[in-house]
């Protein structure tokens, strides 16, 4: 696993409501609002910026 990965904030894509597009989409909200990213309660999870 990469050193950016491990310090993910991003739940893993295997988790559960978790799949790879939804991951990809919170590694690229995390990427515009490092350490501010919000869950939002759906599954499959979403994600935004505080």
Known sequence: MA???AE???PAPTDGCMNEENHKECLEVEAKCPGKVLTLESCPLQFACE
């Open 3 to 5: 050193d950016d990965e």
């Open 8 to 10: 993910s904030m991003c």
